[in-house]
Every structure is written in structure tokens, then in C-alpha cells.
Nanobody, 127 residues
Framework: QVQLVESGGGLVQAGGSLRLSCVGR????????MGWFRQAPGKEREFVAA????????GYADSVKGRFTISRDNAKNTVYLQMVSLKPEDTAVYYC????????????????????WGQGTQVTVSS
């Protein structure tokens, strides 16, 4: 069974840092686009960051640029999201996603471009 399993969420004060991890299980994810999305209560799921198969291209939502960094370790089948200078508005459930339908050469932001999703990990930033 193909799965994405996120970890690393938690409660942190504003200005603090967290690193989220997403491990792929059931197959190799090294050839594919990977991304992070988030959903706050009462809001739509929104794009956070994405990374192409070899890390050659990354992209970020304007709201997190300069504060979040996406990276991947294909040997570990893992993608990371390093978050610094966290703000209360970053509070959300964070989801890892993969596009397993095509080679991960191009960076994409739309949620419907991804076909495999994790269960999410809660990030709460207190003011």
C-alpha cells in the first residue's frame, strides 16, 4: 500500500521553528514531484511548497517565502519542510502530497495536480 506519513507537527510559540517530515512507504518516491499543503479551520486547502524530483526546482507560497524551506532526501524516501519565524496564521493541518502519475520534472501548485496525500500533521502557533 502506497502511503505518505507526516510527522513533526506540534505547538510552538510565535517566532519559533518546526521541521516537518514526510516519509513515503510502499514504493519509491524519488522520481516524483512532492509538495506541502495546509488547511486552517474554515479555510480551503492551500499550497505551501513543492520540490521537483531531484530538488532542482522549488517553489513557495508568497506567505511563507523566506521562512519555510522544502527539501528532500531520496535515499530516505523523505521530504522535509523546515519552518522558521512561525506566525499564528501558520496554524493549520499540514499535508504532504505526491504526484505519482508523471515524472517530477515540473513544479506545480494546484492541489489537483497531486494524486497521493498523507493524513496530515497539526501545527499550532501561539501568540
Amino acid at each position: 500500500q502506497v502511503q505518505l506519513v507526516e510527522s513533526g507537527g506540534g505547538l510552538v510559540q510565535a517566532g519559533g521553528s518546526l521541521r516537518l517530515s514526510c516519509v513515503g512507504r510502499g514504493r519509491t518516491f524519488s522520481s516524483y514531484l512532492m509538495g506541502w499543503f495546509r488547511q486552517a479551520p474554515g479555510k480551503e486547502r492551500e499550497f505551501v511548497a513543492a520540490i521537483t524530483w531531484n530538488g532542482g526546482s522549488t517553489g513557495y507560497a508568497d506567505s511563507v517565502k523566506g521562512r519555510f524551506t522544502i527539501s528532500r532526501d531520496n535515499a530516505k524516501n523523505t521530504v522535509y519542510l523546515q519552518m522558521v519565524s512561525l506566525k499564528p496564521e501558520d496554524t493549520a493541518v499540514y499535508y504532504c502530497a505526491a504526484d505519482l502519475r508523471r515524472p517530477g520534472l515540473l513544479y506545480r501548485e494546484a492541489a489537483n495536480e497531486y494524486d497521493t496525500w498523507g493524513q496530515g500533521t497539526q501545527v499550532t502557533v501561539s501568540s
